[in-house]
């Protein structure tokens, strides 16, 4: 038998090894209210992890960040959880604790997007409660979770603010960018006021235009006065239009003229009639009388000759028709992608493709872009998404509960009582207001400044309890899709066809075509980008099947 030599490990236990191997460890604290009993939990939650990280011989206590008596649904509110983020980034934190995720970010989206981004950083962030650590769960599992997530959530955040603003336009009021040249904004009464001096310029547009004067000539004589735009900077001549445009000089107003596409992304496009508009006629004091608008309006249509009733030009109509509308992107020009088909094929059938809007328009101006058929896109995302399912982590049902526990916690109920009763009080108020005035009490003047003020305050709480209201039903559309992910998450099923529903909810954009740091084109390769800011890269082949090229997800695995 062969003599076999035992090499004896070598464990290097210096000071200097050990020193390395220790963790940085930091604790991250919040209480949502003022009140005695959050701060008694705030400063015990403090000395709890005080005592917790430097007990721990292997861990270098880095610190206590801590927000107080603020509102935890967004961090952009939270100075602490900020600098936090920004030093662990720094590779100042190896280790984050908190006690739960409801306590690191109410906003499953921020829970899942800031450990994504640790991950990364290897930074690992533990949740007591829930005793999971990030860096043990499996990338792709992060992102089937949000992409599920994704929608549900990000409308329920936003559904109040919606909600709050279509009973703004419907009363009328003044929703949106209050910034417009001509006018300032008075933040008191909450109303447009013409501003005097830019006025002028308005009214020297609109009878220049009138007169025969086009929008470039007129942005020109602009420059060449001095006169500067609304944002201090040269007028072109789309900025002349967009005050020929604009319904505000007459003193209109038309609201929602755009519309958020998705939660996720914020993107804002063109309503062309998606949504609801709410126009306003007579809204606030014009700075051109209605003879010279419709004037200066009929000439816009008629040069234009593309013009929509609101005065919007579209420049695709069926913008979102289809299920790839606005989501391929050129990679070598920038131009959206538009869709074609093709009916003259020899068997008699019909062949739909996507190709480069400028290639079809401007053929010199992107000659090098390819036409990809849908059926190629179709089969790229299944792909992706039969990936994503198959690599999933057993540790995914851990973490789905605790995001549900998160979701539902909130006192809509509570709150909605709670302002009853408040409402009752005012109400109560107000009728002894009108006895005293009955009875003479009171005179005309303070009645009717106390009448006013008091009916404000029930104003107010009438939209805050509407927007409670809306969180319960809300709430129940969520524990709707809830299902649906437990369901997608304790079963997964890869697919075989195409799901256009899936295919939204994950995919943020197509990039088709590259062109890398020196100029060199490869215009088959394919970027689907995800709306977590993952990429799945994909090659056309010359007879126009589909290879997987890299993911930038292969690093977290």
């Not at 004091?285 to 608008?293: H, L, Y």
């Not at 419709?294 to 420049?315: F, T, V």
């Not at 990679?331 to 739909?352: F, M, P, Q, S, W």
């Amino acid at each position: 038998m062969a003599q076999v030599e035992i090499i004896k490990a070598n464990l290097k236990t210096n000071e200097e090894e050990i020193v390395n191997n220790t963790k940085k460890v930091c604790a991250y604290c919040r209480v949502s209210t003022d009140s005695d009993e959050q701060i008694n939990s705030y400063n015990s939650q403090i000395k709890h992890y005080s005592n917790k990280i430097k007990s721990n011989p292997e861990w270098k206590f880095v610190g206590i960040y801590a927000d107080e008596g603020i509102s935890g649904t967004q961090v952009k509110n939270r100075t602490e959880f900020q600098r936090m983020i920004d030093d662990a980034l720094n590779g100042k934190i190896d280790i984050i604790i908190a006690k739960s995720i409801s306590r690191f970010a109410r906003n499953t989206l921020d829970t899942l997007k800031y450990a994504r981004e640790l991950r990364e950083h290897k930074v690992d962030v533990y949740f007591e409660k829930e005793n999971i650590h990030t860096l043990e769960l499996d990338s792709e599992m992060f992102l089937t979770l949000y992409s599920a997530f994704a929608q549900a959530e990000s409308e329920s955040t936003s559904m109040n603010v919606k909600l709050g603003l279509k009973a703004k336009m419907k009363r009328g009021e003044y929703v949106g960018n209050v910034g417009c040249y001509g006018y300032n904004w008075n933040k008191d009464t909450k109303e447009l006021e013409i501003n005097e001096e830019e006025s002028e310029i308005v009214k020297a547009i609109f009878n220049w235009y009138i007169s025969g004067i086009g929008s470039y000539t007129i942005s020109k004589m602009l420059n060449e006065k001095g006169i500067k735009s609304h944002r201090g900077k040269k007028w072109r001549p789309s900025s002349v239009r967009t005050i020929l445009k604009n319904e505000k000089y007459v003193g209109d107003l038309l609201n929602q003229k755009t519309y958020s596409v998705s939660p996720l992304t914020h993107k804002k496009v063109i309503n062309f009639g998606e949504k609801e508009k709410y126009y306003v006629k007579d809204h606030h004091v014009a700075i051109i009388d209605r003879e010279t608008w419709n004037k200066a309006r009929e000439i816009y249509q008629r040069r234009s000759g593309k013009m929509l009733p609101d005065g919007q030009k579209h420049n695709g109509k069926y913008s979102l028709k289809y299920v790839f509308s606005s989501k391929i992107e050129c990679g070598i020009c920038g131009a959206n992608y538009v869709r074609r088909v093709n009916e003259k094929r020899k068997d008699g059938t019909r062949k739909i493709y996507w190709a480069c809007s400028r290639r079809i328009t401007y053929i010199e101006n992107c000659n090098h872009s390819i036409f990809v058929t849908e059926d190629n896109l179709k089969e790229i995302f299944i792909q992706i998404y039969n990936s994503i399912i198959e690599r999933k982590h057993k540790t995914k049902d851990k973490l789905l509960t605790a995001i549900k526990e998160t979701l539902s916690e909130d006192n809509n109920e509570v709150n909605i009582d709670r302002l009853m009763q408040e409402k009752t009080t005012l109400e109560n108020r107000l009728s002894n207001l009108i006895d005293m005035k009955l009875d003479d009490y009171m005179n005309k003047n303070a009645y009717l400044s106390k009448e006013k003020e008091i009916n404000d305050k029930i104003k107010e709480i009438d939209d805050k309890i509407s927007n409670y209201q809306n969180r319960l039903k809300t709430n129940k559309d969520i524990s709707k899709q809830l299902k649906i992910v437990e369901e997608i998450l304790s079963a997964p099923k890869t697919i075989n066809d195409f799901n256009e529903e899936t295919f939204n909810n994950l995919v943020e954009k197509v990039i088709v075509g590259e062109v890398d740091e020196d100029g060199n084109i490869y215009p088959n390769i394919i970027n689907f980008i995800l709306k977590v800011g993952s990429s799945y890269q994909y090659e056309i082949n010359d007879d126009k099947t589909v290879s997987f090229r890299t993911t930038n997800m292969e690093k977290f695995t």
